[in-house]
């Protein structure tokens, strides 16, 4: 493959980078903090076919679990004890370790269904952050667990986050929408469509619950809902490149300028909707949503797709992982040739003389470049999508962003 030298070269800067720094990370969860950076130690090490940075990734949960001992009570999913518990999860099922998960993780499961609670009555369903996050760790310990009694909670506690959508659902002219606050500096009130934190969220959850088979009737009604709610705000401007807005604000004008990204945008819409499609075997759905995710790729000058940085989040990387998935699953040229394309994209964005491996992470809110190792938007996502592209094999670590 045209860039296997260098990106083995950068896989090995990236293993020692993380190897260096794991110590100083004071969050454990999957997308923001220690649990992500030994998500690639274990997937690093199978690529190599060494065990030494599997042995890494070992330490690394470890370390993690002293800090729990200590006193670590961070819940969430992308900074805290969910996401981490989603990892060792994740890793088991995997085959990367072999632990007790029924025996470790059952013991955190009031703690997290009590913070799981007190989001949804808040009406926080957020996905990183929020109840969403809580309700998909406990989908996956209800898929993995083979304890008859476990598998009863976990679908109570599922059931429960249901209910709660159900109740959080709004009724209107065009679907069921959610609401959540867009900016947490103005507390403004609206509808965001958003993969990261909003309603494209809440259908890929829907969308594995449904597969699963529970409650499958009020499950189908909301997903239904939604998706109507979220197709009727098309843009039908054949000028426009982006098809959604990123959020409706009641009472101010629809803005179609969303970016070409996993966590905003219609990348990460069109993403979701082909999983309720695949899950509810709705082909009309799935030629509309398969028509969303190709108009993304039309969009490749950085003012079309504002994408300023490498990083999965909103970044190269992030595009090309899932434009890799798409053409592995469709084999379609034109999702294979988007996937090569930010591959040059996030190469070419290794600028940074004083970054990880040339890599800074944007914050446009901040106006500032900074250098960072997680998941979601530092070097440890980075290198994941690299090693799928050297590696023949498909792998699975980007369910933990409700891509797989």
Not at 172 to 192: A, F, M, P, Q, V
Not at 297 to 304: E, G, H, V
Request: contains cysteine; aromatic residues 14%.
């Amino acid at each position: 493959m045209k860039y296997t030298k260098h990106f083995k070269k950068t896989l090995d800067d990236i293993g020692e980078i993380i190897v260096s720094k794991y110590t100083s990370q004071t969050e454990l969860g999957v997308l923001a903090g220690l649990s992500g950076l030994a998500m690639f130690q274990f997937y690093y090490s199978k690529y190599l076919e060494d065990g030494d940075s599997s042995n890494i990734g070992l330490e690394m949960l470890s370390f993690g679990i002293e800090k729990i001992n200590s006193g670590y009570s961070n819940p969430t999913y992308s900074t805290g004890i969910t996401g981490f518990g989603w990892t060792i999860q994740h890793l088991n099922n995997s085959n990367f370790i072999q632990l007790d998960c029924d025996e470790l993780l059952s013991p955190f499961d009031e703690y997290l269904y009590n913070y799981m609670l007190a989001e949804f009555k808040i009406g926080n369903y957020d996905f990183l952050h929020g109840a969403l996050g809580y309700a998909f760790y406990f989908l996956s310990r209800f898929e993995s667990t083979g304890d008859v009694d476990l598998k009863k909670r976990y679908k109570a506690y599922l059931l429960e986050s249901l209910a709660y959508l159900n109740d959080l659902s709004i009724k209107t002219d065009s679907g069921l929408t959610w609401e959540s606050i867009l900016d947490i500096h103005k507390r403004n009130k609206g509808y965001n469509l958003s993969l990261s934190h909003g309603i494209s969220s809440i259908l890929n959850y829907l969308a594995r619950l449904y597969h699963t088979g529970i409650e499958k009737k009020t499950t189908l009604a909301l997903i239904q809902g939604g998706v109507s709610y979220i197709t009727n705000l098309e843009n039908k401007d054949i000028n426009n490149f982006a098809l959604f807005p990123s959020w409706v604000e009641p009472g101010e004008k629809i803005d179609y300028n969303g970016r070409v990204a996993w966590c905003y945008g219609d990348l990460g819409i069109g993403l979701s909707l082909l999983r309720v499609a695949e899950s509810i075997s709705d082909n009309q759905l799935m030629n509309y949503s398969l028509r969303v995710l190709k108009q993304t790729t039309k969009r490749k000058l950085p003012k079309d797709t504002l994408v300023n940085d490498a990083s999965i989040c909103h970044g190269s990387y992030g595009n090309a992982l899932i434009y890799d998935k798409l053409q592995r699953k469709k084999s379609d040229r034109t999702f294979q040739g988007s996937y090569k394309f930010w591959i040059e994209d996030g190469i070419q964005k290794a600028t940074h003389k004083d970054g990880y491996c040339g890599y800074k992470q944007w914050y446009p809110s901040q106006q500032k470049w900074s250098p960072e190792l997680s998941l979601l938007e530092g070097i440890a996502g980075i290198g994941l999508v690299i090693i799928d592209y050297l590696s023949e094999n498909t792998t699975k670590w980007d369910e933990c962003l409700m891509i797989s």
